[in-house]
C-alpha cells in the first residue's frame, strides 16, 4: 500500500450527521481509524472546532462549512458532502484553500426512476382520487378511467442518469418510450427521440422530467406547454422545483385537461418540520404530492457512503480529484515504484516555473507530471524516481514556493 506523507492512522477523519456505516467501513478497512463520529449536526461553535482538527470531513445537508469554518481548518485536506447538493459548504473558499469537495451526484438515480415508475402505476389507475375516497368513507368502484401502463407512451424530458432509467423500466413494463434532451443522446432499448418538446408532450400519455435546474429549464413546464399535451394525460416532476409553473399546472388539473399528477419539488419547499407546506396543489385529490423524497431510500444512503467515500480515499491514497465540485479535475494512475508530490497553488504565472526549476536544478529523474488549473487554484502532480529522503526534501522545498496552497507525498 503507498504510504501517505502523514499517516493514514493519523488521518482525522470527521464524519457528521449520521452519513451511512458504508463510509465509516470504507474507511476502517483503508487503513483510517481516526474517526470522528456524530449521528447529528454540531452547533456551530462545536462544528468550527471540530473540523479545524479534523483532515476529511463528512457532511450532509446541515453542517454549514462557512469561509470562517473554512478558513480555521489549517489541517482540512478534504471534505466530502455524503449527498448531492454543496451549497452548505464554501466551495470558492474551500478552493482557494486547498481543499476539494466531493458529492454524490448519481448514488440514488435507481431510488427515483423507481418512484416514477410506481407513480406512473397508481396514476394510471387513477388510485390517489380512490385512495382519497376511501379515506373520506366513499367507494369509487368503477373501472372507468383506469388504465394499464401496457402499451401507453412515456415522455423523458432530460435523458441523462435518471431519464435513461426510466426509460429502461418503463420498457420493462410495456411502455413505448419517447424522450426529448439537448444534448445528442443514445437511445437506451427501443426508446425514440422526440423532434422536439412539443412533439413529445403531444404525444404522451404520461411525461416524466429529469432535466438540471439551469436558466434554460426554469419553468419550462408552463401554461403553453400543458396546453400541448393529450387531454387526460399526467405529468410527474420529480427533477427540480423550478422547471414546473405550480398554477397553470394546477388550473390543467381543476378542468381535467390533466388527469393527473405526482409532484415531489415544488417552487417553495419548507426548510424543516416546523414549517407548513404550502402550494396551489394542496386538496387536489388527482395528484400526489411528496416531500423532495424522490432520492430518499436506505439504499441510496448506503451507496452515497459508498462513493463520496471512495472519492474521498482515493484523494488521500493517490490524489485523483476526478468530479470534485469545486477543485481542478486530475484523473491519476497508480505510481508503483515512484515518489507522487502533490502541489496545489495559486493559479497565478510564475509558480509553475518556480516548481519546474525547482525539479530541473534536482538529480531526480521526473516519471510523470500532470497539471489541471480550475478558477483561482492550480494542481500539479508529479511522479518522481527518489530516495524517500530526497522526496521528503522536494515536498519541503515545494512548501517554500511562494504562491503554495498544500503539498503533499505519497511514496
Ligand atoms: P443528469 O445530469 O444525468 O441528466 C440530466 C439530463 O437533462 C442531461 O441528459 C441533460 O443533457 C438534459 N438537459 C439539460 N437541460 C435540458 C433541457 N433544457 N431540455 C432537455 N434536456 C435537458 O441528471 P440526473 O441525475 O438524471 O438528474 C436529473 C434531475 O433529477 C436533476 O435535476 C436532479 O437534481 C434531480 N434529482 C431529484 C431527486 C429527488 O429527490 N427528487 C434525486 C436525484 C436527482
Not at 110 to 129: G, K
Not at 294 to 317: C, F, M, P, W
Request: glycine share 8%; charged share 20%; proline share 4%.
Amino acid at each position: 500500500m503507498t504510504k501517505t506523507s502523514f499517516p493514514r492512522k493519523d488521518i482525522k477523519v470527521l464524519l457528521l450527521e449520521g452519513v451511512s456505516q458504508t463510509a465509516v467501513e470504507s474507511f476502517r478497512k483503508a487503513g483510517y481509524t481516526n474517526i470522528e463520529y456524530h449521528e447529528k449536526s454540531l452547533p456551530e461553535a462545536e462544528l468550527a472546532k471540530a473540523v479545524s482538527e479534523a483532515h476529511m470531513v463528512g457532511v450532509r445537508s446541515r453542517s454549514y462549512l462557512t469561509a470562517d469554518v473554512l478558513n480555521n481548518a489549517r489541517r482540512l485536506m478534504a471534505v466530502g458532502c455524503f449527498c448531492i447538493g454543496t451549497n452548505q459548504v464554501d466551495l470558492d473558499t474551500a478552493a482557494i484553500n486547498g481543499i476539494p469537495v466531493f458529492n454524490a451526484p448519481y448514488s440514488n438515480t435507481r431510488s427515483v426512476a423507481e418512484l416514477v415508475i410506481a407513480e406512473s402505476v397508481l396514476l394510471v389507475r387513477r388510485i390517489p382520487e380512490k385512495n382519497m375516497a376511501c379515506h373520506r368513507g366513499d367507494w369509487l368502484k368503477s373501472s372507468e378511467g383506469s388504465y394499464e401502463l401496457r402499451g401507453k407512451t412515456l415522455g423523458i424530458i432530460g435523458y441523462g442518469h435518471i431519464g435513461t432509467q426510466v426509460g429502461v423500466l418503463a420498457e420493462a413494463m410495456g411502455m413505448h418510450v419517447l424522450y426529448y434532451d439537448i444534448e445528442p443522446k443514445l437511445a437506451m432499448g427501443n426508446a425514440h427521440p422526440a423532434d422536439s418538446l412539443g412533439d413529445l408532450l403531444s404525444v404522451s400519455d404520461i411525461v416524466t422530467l429529469h432535466v438540471p435546474q439551469t436558466e434554460q429549464t426554469k419553468w419550462m413546464i408552463g401554461a403553453a406547454e400543458l396546453r400541448r399535451m393529450k387531454r387526460g394525460a399526467m405529468l410527474i416532476n420529480a427533477s427540480r422545483g423550478t422547471v414546473v409553473e405550480i398554477d397553470p399546472l394546477a388550473e390543467a388539473l381543476k378542468s381535467g385537461h390533466l388527469s393527473g399528477a405526482a409532484v415531489d419539488v415544488f417552487p417553495k419547499e419548507p426548510k424543516g418540520k416546523d414549517e407548513a407546506f404550502v402550494s396551489a396543489l394542496v386538496g387536489l385529490d388527482n395528484v400526489i404530492l411528496t416531500p423532495h423524497i424522490g432520492g430518499s431510500t436506505q439504499e441510496a444512503q448506503h451507496n452515497i457512503g459508498l462513493e463520496v467515500s471512495a472519492k474521498l480515499i482515493r484523494y488521500s491514497d493517490n490524489g485523483s480529484t476526478l468530479s470534485s465540485v469545486n477543485f481542478p479535475e486530475v484523473m491519476l494512475p497508480e505510481h508503483p515504484g515512484s515518489s507522487r508530490l502533490l502541489h496545489i497553488h495559486q493559479n497565478r504565472p510564475g509558480v509553475l516555473k518556480q516548481v519546474n526549476d525547482l525539479f530541473a536544478q534536482s538529480d531526480v529523474n521526473v516519471n510523470a507530471q500532470y497539471l489541471r488549473t480550475r478558477g483561482k487554484v492550480g494542481y500539479v502532480v508529479i511522479d518522481v524516481q527518489a530516495s524517500e529522503t530526497q522526496a521528503r526534501e522536494l515536498k519541503d522545498k515545494l512548501s517554500a514556493i511562494d504562491g503554495t496552497l498544500k503539498t503533499r507525498l505519497l511514496y
